[in-house]
């Protein structure tokens, strides 16, 4: 068998291992989150993980906020307008986390998944994990089903694949996202950053977007990132292949969003040791702004995916 797929249940939470056996590329998921803590390649002998994770299970409990390292944003993504928004004649008020004045990633960041499946081949490994969202929050008084497939595949390619469905009486607001740090070693300021967009959203002083679109095409050949300071989400070329690379000397790591994800949020932390780089359905603030809102209708499952590949210079 050229893939192995383990589970570790010593720990809080289930902790599985996607394994290349032949190369050495691997994942580690977390049930917690459904996160990803761990994409790793040997580099010149030394095994390298691009991940900015967590060093143990306990620890991605304690520090998943404010930094929300690897979380899965849903049902909305970003910021949202002081938690509030306006639904079929209705104002809700969202009520877990805040980073004043707005709420902020969604409300599964820290739920832990049920491990459906894991299954490996000559060709394949993978783990599906599945959360019932119960309507925990006031503010979003709609229950669905959130999974998560990831797959670690030949040709070095990690993918998760994101499906919800839900069996509510109508359809219902919602936008997905994640928001992962990626790391090559080092500071990103040794390293370059490439994606296909031209405009970004203007954000008012509190990050939300302003509904106006500002020219910016430094990210369309690729731009080294020492000495530049992103808070920004951007708008990917819908005509051109949605694919974000980052790269230094020795590793490139490329993101392929399908049509799902046409946003990209990118996060430079003040520690430049790593930099989010985040895949969105839809803009900050969408619940208000609509800035790709989806209305989810009933009983119709809704899919989002997203592949990475490491590749060694």
Known sequence: MKFSAEIDKSSLFPVITLSNLENGVSAE???FGALLNKFQTPVRG???NVVDGFTSPSAAIAEMTP????AFLSPFTCRMNKGQYDFDGKVYQIEKFFLPPHAIHGLVYDAVFSVVSVHSTNEEAQVLLRYHYEKNDAGYPFAFTIQHLWKLTLGDFLSVTTTIEHHNDVAIPYAQGWHPYFTLGGSIDTASLQFSSNQQLEFDD???PTGELIDDRRFEQGNLLAGTNLDNCFALNADEPQVCTLENEQLKLSILPDLSYPYLQVYTPPHRNSIAIENLSGAPDCFNNKMGL??????LPVVFKTTYQLTVK
């Open 29 to 31: 998921v977390y049930a």
């Open 46 to 48: 030394q095994l390298t």
């Open 67 to 70: 930094g929300f390292k690897s």
């Open 206 to 208: 509190t990050l939300l």
């Open 294 to 299: 989806r209305l989810l209708a009933p009983n």
